[in-house]
Each structure stands twice: as structure tokens, then as C-alpha cells.
């Protein structure tokens, strides 16, 4: 979904990686291709600034030296700053109060307001186990109340009973009545869309406001939402007063720079995301998680993390230097690669981390990532002798027989092993080449656009 | 399209713009009221731009023009403005093209297709108004046979214009719908013959290829079908706009565009780019939730409206 941004992002950070320090210069140009990133992402401008301006303060400002590359630092930094935006912690619905709580849905037309209200009663029925009552304000749109009626239906939730002619006002005291009448728990009233520009239909929304008084008044908002982010939010916020946001539509691809947006500019907290039509399609809102979507980076910043913790950084440095002295990659550096890839979570939990691994989702099923291998290749090292594990060229017909005999596996494993050493030594020459020092930069050597970095050296030679 | 409704729209166009293109204007204002065009302006004037949705591409770019002839010369507000109107109005003016239903169909096909909550019924109900009034013979196929009541309302839509409204069950198969309808259209002797369908996010490969089926069966009827294939685009929505045309345009042959929710705050200067990059015509632009707020699409109007300019060119 915000794949876009992420990969955009890691794009950037991707060419200040392997450079030793972090300058001025060099955060400023990366911040102004944060800028245009974060426009294509439909982030309203004036919350770009102050966010750009933040960053780059915080960069510039860091010692650098300490991490493993400059380029991530930076996405951290990002990263943390958009947590920060987007506020840390998830703030759950406000309905534990003497029922019934009364939830306000709000919004533009068509942002799925009454798709939203049923997935919400669906959430509270069977995550909360509570009593809701459905009733739609909506006057204004053929067949809204039928909309919410049949969706009522299929979730087996309570709507209040249509009566044609009613005002809004009406329905809403009506819904307040039964549900304080026959015992519910929680009232969603669901609301037609209006423009933010339109005072009529606003006033009317804070009419009904005033009627039921509403513990939570959620303004849904679409994901595609452009820079009029701000003005809506704003405006809802000014007129009704928002305890929340809904943002639905992120089962699409679009970048979803709204939610930050609305955010900065109301300070009020994204509750949920809608993922799908269908009832069922409701996710909480979980403010890392969507900052890591934004950013795209799959979790680069807690593999840089990670890595930064498990990784003695002379040991790095040392590695790093092996390789780009042109000193030949032998089996006993392979055998502390792998060390090290284990300490970092194995290959499946590497892979987890890295960017662009959504679309490769399926195909990495396929290709059965299988975390033993690891400590199989380990042992299979360790039956080498000092010799052999200088010169692979020693490696005959026999000696893959002892090894394998040694190791416990078969010699077919022995020959991939073989062939993967191959193939990472000459990744390793392309990697000099490149001028990328560092181990991860030996281990994501195309860490570039969200692009899946080549591991398939690693992975029993399957093709993605 | 009667002048005195152009007034009307106009008006309404330009209300729902104001509070925007206030906005605009104030940022021009503060910076360029009288001044040289300096570096310091242009980015001001980048900034309007890209607050109203145009994108960074397509504001640098209008940017950069601007700045070429008038860099260094004292300049007002309004010519700038003007200028900057008379730019955009030349990139969206060979995109502006009426719909126009040939006669000589029967019947002249229109299949309207578009993300979730885009305005597709109610575009179908405003064209089905729209194209009676002209004295057209139009049916409509409720071709939403997925979401809740979505056949409702258009048989609402259907009372409400006096157009007839071909439906089946909830949850029956579109494409099967979409035959049925084209065969009542050819046997009812109908002019134009205007099918809903589902909305649909581009990024899903599987609605995307159930639309390819559709537009398939539809031509198993008349291979020049559907004449037109109409995608809705919410105003309100930013850099995203340009997957959607791109997928749809791909996925589903879309002629042309209809922009919706033009009365709300959000500016559609997505529009801008969208038209210099896809070059498809737009149609016909939403301006309310009635029958008769449809109105053509006007370069000038749009791009003045955009710059906060009222009434016509001086
Ligand atoms: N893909 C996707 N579609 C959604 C989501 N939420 C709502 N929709 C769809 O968006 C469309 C509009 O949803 P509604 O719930 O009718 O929107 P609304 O805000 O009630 O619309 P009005 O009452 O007309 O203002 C429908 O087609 C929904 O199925 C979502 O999270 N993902
Ligand atoms: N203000 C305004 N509202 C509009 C306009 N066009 C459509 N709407 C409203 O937007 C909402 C969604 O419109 P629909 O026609 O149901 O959208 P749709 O694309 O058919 O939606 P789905 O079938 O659910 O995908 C409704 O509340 C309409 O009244 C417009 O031009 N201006
Ligand atoms: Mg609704
Ligand atoms: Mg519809």
C-alpha cells in the first residue's frame, strides 16, 4: 500500500549509503527529495516544511560515525520523526462509559462513512462483545439508509427501524431513545456526506451533535485524499470538534500522506483503518506500523537496529576492509557471515525486514526459507578443513563425501553451499566494485528502489 | 447546456473554489504585490501550486515557464494570475470535449467505471437527466451487483429522472447483468444505454479483470462497444489520481473523463497534470449531488477558477 513512498525514500537514503560521514550538503539534498517524496504522497506542504525542517535539524546534528551507514541513520531519524507525527501509541475507541456511547461518523461524501459504521459495529459485537445499535442520519442520499440497513443485516447488528420524512435531529433522538430503551451498549450513528464548505449541512451535524452528545465524533477520510487534507480536517474539527479519524481505502495503493496531514494539523489520533468493503476489512490503527508503511522501507530501521545491537562493529569494520582490500573471500568469512545472519533473526527474519518484500510475499512461500540452513551451512563449514576452507578448489569428489558425512547432510547440500559460496564471492567482487563497504552493504547489494536485494545466493539457488 | 445554467454553475464552481483560491491568491498576494519575479517569488508561487494538488512535476514545470518570460520584471498580482490561468487553460483546453452520442448506435453504449465512492451512480443518474432532457430514449443497468443497496439507489436515480433501470439480484454475476442489458437496449430500440458498475480499486488485479469481462460480453453484442468508457475521478484526491488513470486506462480502455465533487474545497489541480500526461478528454465535471449538477468541462473556467480569477478573461 504506501510501498510507493517507502521505496522512494530507501532510493534516496540508498546513495548517501557507504559514504563515511554524514555533511550538511548531504542532508540537505536528501531532505528536498524527501520533500518531493513526501508531496507525491500527498502530505500537505506546509506540514512537509515543518517536518523537513525537524529532520534535517536532528541529522545534521547526529554523530554519525557510530552507524553502520550514514544513509540509514537518516531513514531512522525519518522514521522516528514520523512516529513521532503520527503519535506513538494507539488510542482505542472511548465506549467503556454508562451506555450508551454514542459514535458520530463524519465526513465528505463517498469517503465510507456507513462502511466504516458497519465494520465498527462488527469490531465492537465481536472484539468487545458489545451491544450496538446502527441508525443512518443519512437524508440526503438515495438508498443510504437501505445501504446501512442491508449491511445491518449481514453482520447480524440491530438498525433502527426506517421511518420515512424524519430530519436527522429526529432519527438521531429516536436512535438515543431505543438504544437507551433496550439496552444498548454502544449507538453508531451514521451520518450523510457534506462538503466542509457547506454551513447548512455543517450546522446540522453539529445539531445533532448537540442532540445525542456523541462520545466519539470520527471524521473518515479517504486514503487518495489530497492536500485538501487540511482544510477538511481542519474545518470538521473547528465545526464538529473530531475525537478521531478513520482512514479507509488502504488496501489501495495510494501513499496515504493525508493521515499525516490531518494528524499534524488536528493532533487528533487515527484510530482505524479500512482495508476493504468488505464488513470484516477494519484494522486498529497502529501508528509504528503505518510510519513503516509510509516509509516503505519494509523495517529497514529496526534491521539497522538490530544489526546495530548483535554486530561487534570492528568486527564489521574488519570484514568490510577484507573485502575491499581484494583479500579473497574464503569459507572461514562465509562461516561468520552466517554467524551473524543468525544473530540478526535468520534469513526469514532478514527477509521480513527488508523493503519491497510485500509483492514478493507469495513467492518467498514458495521458496520455503528454511532458517536451519543456516546452521546447517555452519556445520558444513566447520567439517572443512583449514586447507579446504581457504581453497575451494580443493573441494573434490571425495572430500564433499567426508564433509557431508561430517556435517550430516547430503553431499548434494555440500554442492549448493559450494555454489553459493561461488556466487557471494563474485557478489563480493561486484561490491568492490561498487565501492560499498560494510556488511550489510555485503548483504543487500541492491538495496535500491524497494528492489529485492539478491539473496538468492542464500536461499538453495531458487529464482524469484 | 442553456447560458442561464452556465451562470449557475459557474457561480457554484467558483463558491466552492473561493475559500481555496482565497488562499491562493493571499500566498501570490503576500509575496508578489510589488515586486520583482525573483527566485524568492517563484517558489511562492510553486508552493500556490502545489497546495491546489497540481503535483511537484507539474508545478515546477509551470514554474519554470513563468519564471523564463517574466523573470526580473515588476509584476502585479493579477497579471500574474492571469498568466499563470491563460498557461493552464492552454494545457487543459485540448482535453475539454463534450461527450457526444452518436445517433447512429443503437444504442450508444456508455460504461462508467471508477475507484469506490467516486460519484459513479450519481454521474449515471446526472447523465441519464442529462441526455432525456435532450430527448434521448436512455436505460440504465445497475451494474453495482456487489455493495449494499448500490441497486437501490440507482433505481432510485431511475424514479427520480424517469429513466428505466435494468436490474437483477444483489450478488448476480455484472458481466451476465451488463448482456441483459444490452440486449433489452437493442430490442427497446434505446438511444443510449448508460451501465454502473461496481467500484473497483485499481491496484486489485481481480475486480480489474472482472471489468475486462464485462466490457468483453458487452462486446459480444456490438464489437464497437461500449462507445465511451467513462472513469470518475473524486476531486478530493491527489498524486494517486494518476494510478488510477493509468490502470484504468490500461485495464479497462477508458475514452474519457468525468471530475467529480468540483463544489467541495479540494481543487482538482491534479487535473493539470493528468491532462498533459494522459491527454484523455474531459467531459463533464460534478459540482453538487443533484440531477443537474453535471456541467461540461471549461478549460478557461476550470483554470481561472483554479487561480482564483473571477468572471471572464479581461
Ligand atoms: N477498497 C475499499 N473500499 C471501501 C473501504 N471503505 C469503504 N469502501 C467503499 O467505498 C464506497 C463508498 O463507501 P460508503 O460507506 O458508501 O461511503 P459513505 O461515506 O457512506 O458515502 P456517502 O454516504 O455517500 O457520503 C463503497 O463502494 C464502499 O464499499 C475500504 O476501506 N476499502
Ligand atoms: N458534493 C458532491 N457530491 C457528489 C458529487 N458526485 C457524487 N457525490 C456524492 O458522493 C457520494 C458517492 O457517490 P456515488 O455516486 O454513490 O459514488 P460511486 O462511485 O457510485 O460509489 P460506489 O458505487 O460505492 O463505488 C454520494 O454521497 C454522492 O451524493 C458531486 O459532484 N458533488
Ligand atoms: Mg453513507
Ligand atoms: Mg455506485
Redesign the pocket.
Same mark, same amino acid.
Given at each position: 500500500m504506501f510501498e510507493g513512498l517507502s521505496s522512494k525514500l530507501t532510493g534516496i537514503f540508498d546513495r548517501l549509503t557507504g559514504r563515511g560521514a554524514l555533511n550538511e550538503a548531504d542532508v540537505t539534498e536528501a531532505m528536498r527529495e524527501v520533500r518531493v517524496a513526501l508531496l507525491e504522497a500527498d502530505v500537505a506542504l506546509p506540514v512537509i516544511k515543518d517536518f523537513v525542517a525537524r529532520v534535517k535539524e536532528a541529522a545534521v546534528g547526529q554523530d554519525v560515525m557510530r552507524s553502520i551507514t550514514p544513509g540509514q541513520q537518516v531513514v531512522k531519524i525519518v522514521h522516528d520523526h514520523l512516529v513521532d507525527l503520527l503519535g506513538r501509541t494507539a488510542e482505542p475507541l472511548n465506549v467503556g462509559v454508562t451506555p450508551p456511547a454514542v459514535i458520530m461518523m463524519l465526513?465528505?461524501? *463517498?469517503?465510507? &462513512?456507513?462502511?466504516?459504521?458497519a &465494520?465498527l459495529a462488527k469490531y465492537l459485537t465481536e472484539q468487545e462483545r458489545k451491544k450496538v445499535l446502527l441508525a443512518s442520519l #443519512?437524508v440526503q @442520499?438515495p438508498a443510504?439508509q437501505e445501504?446501512l440497513a442491508v449491511l445491518g443485516q449481514q453482520i447480524n447488528v440491530v438498525s433502527l427501524q426506517i421511518i420515512a420524512g424524519q430530519t436527522p435531529v429526529q432519527i438521531a433522538g429516536r436512535a438515543l431513545d431505543t438504544a437507551r430503551k433496550e439496552g444498548f451498549d454502544v449507538l453508531i450513528l #451514521?451520518t450523510? =456526506?457534506r462538503l466542509s464548505i457547506d454551513e447548512e449541512l455543517m450546522a446540522e451535524a453539529a445539531s445533532v451533535r448537540d442532540a445525542t452528545g456523541p462520545h466519539e465524533r470520527l471524521l473518515?477520510v479517504d486514503a487518495m485524499t489530497g492536500q485538501d487534507a487540511v482544510e477538511t480536517a481542519r474545518r470538521f474539527d473547528a465545526q464538529i470538534g473530531i475525537t478521531g479519524i478513520v482512514m479507509? @481505502?488502504? #488496501? *489501495?495503493d495510494a501513499r496515504g500522506g493525508a493521515a499525516l496531514s490531518m494528524r499534524a494539523v488536528t493532533g487528533k489520533p487515527i484510530k482505524f483503518?479500512?482495508? =476493504?468493503?468488505k464488513t470484516a476489512?477494519l484494522e486498529v490503527y497502529h501508528p509504528d506500523r503505518l510510519a513503516n508503511r509510509i516509509l516503505g522501507m519494509g523495517d529497514v530501521v529496526s534491521l539497522v537496529e538490530k544489526a546495530a545491537a548483535a554486530i561487534d562493529a570492528n568486527e564489521a569494520r574488519d570484514m568490510a576492509e577484507k573485502f575491499m582490500s581484494g583479500k579473497a573471500f574464503d569459507f572461514d568469512d562465509l562461516a561468520k557471515h552466517l554467524q551473524q545472519m543468525q544473530k540478526l533473526g535468520g534469513l526469514s527474519g532478514m527477509m521480513g525486514m527488508l523493503p519491497g518484500i510485500g509483492k514478493l510475499k507469495d513467492k518467498l512461500k514458495d521458496a520455503n526459507v528454511d532458517d536451519k540452513l543456516l546452521k546447517r551451512q555452519e556445520a558444513i563449514i566447520r567439517s572443512m578443513t583449514p586447507a579446504e576452507r581457504k581453497d575451494v578448489d580443493l573441494l573434490g569428489a571425495a572430500r564433499k563425501r567426508r564433509i557431508a558425512k561430517g556435517s550430516g547432510v547430503e553431499v548434494s547440500e555440500v554442492n549448493k553451499l559450494i555454489k553459493q559460496f561461488l556466487e557471494m564471492q563474485r557478489v563480493m567482487k561486484q561490491v568492490k566494485k561498487m565501492g560499498k563497504g560494510g556488511l550489510l552493504g555485503g548483504l543487500m547489494p541492491k538495496l535500491k528502489g524497494g528492489e529485492m536485494p539478491d539473496l538468492s545466493h542464500l536461499m538453495g539457488g531458487k529464482e524469484f | 447546456m442553456t447560458e442561464e445554467k452556465k451562470t449557475g454553475w459557474l457561480s457554484r464552481l467558483r463558491a466552492g473554489l473561493k475559500k481555496s483560491s482565497n488562499k491562493l491568491s493571499e500566498n501570490i498576494v503576500s509575496v508578489l504585490t510589488k515586486k520583482k519575479l525573483d527566485d524568492e517569488a517563484l517558489e511562492q508561487l510553486e508552493e500556490a501550486l502545489l497546495m491546489a494538488d497540481l503535483g511537484p512535476a507539474a508545478a515546477a514545470r509551470l514554474v519554470a515557464d513563468f519564471g523564463k518570460t517574466r523573470f526580473g520584471k515588476d509584476v502585479s498580482e493579477t497579471e500574474i494570475k492571469e498568466a499563470l490561468a491563460e498557461q493552464i487553460t492552454v494545457i487543459l483546453q485540448p482535453v475539454a470535449h463534450p461527450l457526444v452520442i452518436d445517433r447512429d448506435k443503437n444504442p450508444f453504449v456508455v460504461l462508467m467505471v471508477g475507484v469506490?465512492?467516486a460519484g459513479k451512480t450519481t454521474t449515471i443518474g446526472k447523465l441519464a437527466q442529462h441526455y432525456k432532457q435532450q430527448g434521448l430514449q436512455v436505460l440504465m443497468a445497475a451494474g453495482d451487483t456487489f455493495?449494499a443497496a448500490a441497486v437501490g439507489q440507482l433505481k432510485i436515480w431511475g424514479e427520480r429522472t424517469g429513466v428505466p433501470v435494468v436490474s437483477g439480484d444483489e450478488g448476480c454475476d455484472a458481466a451476465a447483468l451488463a448482456y441483459q442489458a444490452m440486449e433489452r437496449a437493442r430490442k427497446d430500440a434505446v438511444d443510449l444505454l448508460l451501465i454502473d458498475t461496481?467500484?473497483r480499486?485499481h491496484n486489485?488485479n481481480d475486480l480489474m479483470q472482472e471489468l475486462a469481462k464485462i466490457i468483453r460480453v458487452i462486446k459480444k453484442q456490438d464489437e464497437s462497444a461500449p462507445h465511451a468508457i467513462l472513469l470518475v475521478l473524486d476531486a478530493t484526491t491527489g498524486q494517486n489520481a494518476h494510478a488510477q488513470v493509468e490502470s484504468f486506462r490500461e485495464m479497462a480502455q477508458v475514452t474519457g473523463l468525468v471530475v467529480t465533487k468540483l463544489d467541495g474545497s479540494a481543487k482538482g489541480g491534479v487535473l493539470v497534470a493528468l491532462a498533459d500526461k494522459f491527454k484523455l478528454p474531459v467531459h463533464a465535471i460534478g459540482v453538487g449531488e443533484t440531477a443537474d449538477d453535471l456541467q461540461a468541462f471549461r478549460a478557461e473556467d476550470f483554470a481561472r477558477s483554479l487561480m482564483g480569477l473571477e468572471g471572464d478573461a479581461a
Open positions: 465526513g465528505l461524501q *463517498g469517503s465510507g &462513512k456507513t462502511t466504516s459504521s &465494520k #443519512d @442520499r443510504a445501504q #451514521d450523510a =456526506g473518515v479507509t @481505502r488502504i #488496501d *489501495g483503518l479500512g482495508v =476493504g468493503e476489512a | 469506490n465512492g455493495r461496481a467500484g480499486l486489485k
